[in-house]
């Protein structure tokens, strides 16, 4: 008669194949790693236009942006809006070609920013991190800036 604590072969080979699958996911999401996304500054004299490259961005919670600073101008990333629960953010001023900030967005849901400097011409952008967010799950930046000039 075989003893209660003593497994079989084929018990023991279903426990190994279970633990073995536990560690393979395991490893699958802990080597999972976030992503790093560039959005561009821009100022293009010529034509007068001053914008943000990609304007729109869709990224997942714990992925870092870094805007970056592409000609000699002022540029900096101020929130408009972010999902409820989420922290503003505001870069500094960014004055020479090769300057760069980043943020690291942890709250789901959709961030609007602008260019102090040059949101009344447009410099405007916006993060969409993991789903956009519906109307109610938006609040309004409250950083004590005039947006809307």
């Not at 699958?28 to 001053?50: L, P």
């Not at 900096?76 to 090769?98: R, Y």
């Not at 410099?123 to 991190?129: K, N, T, Y």
Request: aromatic share 8%.
């Amino acid at each position: 008669m075989r003893n209660r604590l003593t497994m079989t072969i084929k018990e023991r080979l279903t426990m190994k194949k279970i633990l073995l699958s536990l560690v393979v996911t395991f490893l699958m999401v802990s080597t999972a790693k976030a992503e790093e996304y560039t959005v561009k500054m821009i100022s293009d004299w010529d034509n007068g236009k001053y914008y943000f490259e990609p304007k729109e961005l869709t990224i997942k919670s714990g992925d870092t942006v870094t805007w970056l600073n592409v000609t000699e101008d002022m540029h900096n990333a101020v929130s408009d809006s972010v999902p409820k629960g989420a922290e503003n953010f505001e870069s500094p001023i960014l004055e020479e070609v090769n300057q760069k900030w980043s943020y690291i967005f942890k709250d789901s849901g959709t961030y609007s920013y602008h260019c102090h400097p040059h949101a009344a011409m447009g410099m405007r952008g916006s993060i969409i991190v993991d789903r956009p967010s519906k109307l109610d799950e938006i609040e309004k930046s409250t950083d004590g800036h005039d947006h809307n000039h």
